[in-house]
């Protein structure tokens, strides 16, 4: 079994600042790419950061140059720090990670997801 858990949303004001984290565990062989999607009422789920087992990264354009994406990959975390937050950015939060399983016969990768962490921007 794998899991993602997800830690650090919440309330904040326009112009503020949060750190999400998500941490991976179980039966992991290995961890391919790791991001943050974002999903808000009556809207579709949107990638807002991604990064490869490597370090490279890729940004949504609406939070290019606010947020950042980063991992520990000793720790299997993914972290999300968000600077000078929107209200347009207020949604679900969720972890998502390319892993190969432990006992994988043929070392395939798959898409795992947290559960999801609420982040409101409001004042």
């Known amino acids: 079994q794998v899991h993602l858990v997800e830690s650090g949303g919440g309330l904040v004001q326009p112009g503020g600042s949060l750190r999400l984290s998500c941490a991976a565990s179980?039966?992991?062989?290995?961890?391919?790419?790791m991001g943050w999607y974002r999903q808000a009422p009556g809207k579709q789920r949107e990638l807002v950061a991604g990064?490869?087992?490597?370090?490279?990264?890729n940004y949504a354009d609406s939070v290019k140059g606010r947020f950042t994406i980063s991992r520990e990959n000793a720790k299997n975390t993914v972290y999300l720090r968000m600077n000078s937050l929107k209200p347009e950015d207020t949604a679900v939060y969720y972890c998502?990670?390319?892993?190969?399983?432990?006992?994988?016969?043929?070392?395939?990768?798959?898409?795992?997801w947290g559960l999801g962490t609420q982040v409101t921007v409001s004042s």
């Open positions: 990064i490869t087992s490597g370090g490279s990264t």
């Open positions: 179980g039966s992991i062989f290995s961890i391919n790419a």
């Open positions: 998502h990670a390319g892993i190969v399983p432990l006992g994988d016969f043929y070392g395939s990768a798959y898409d795992y």
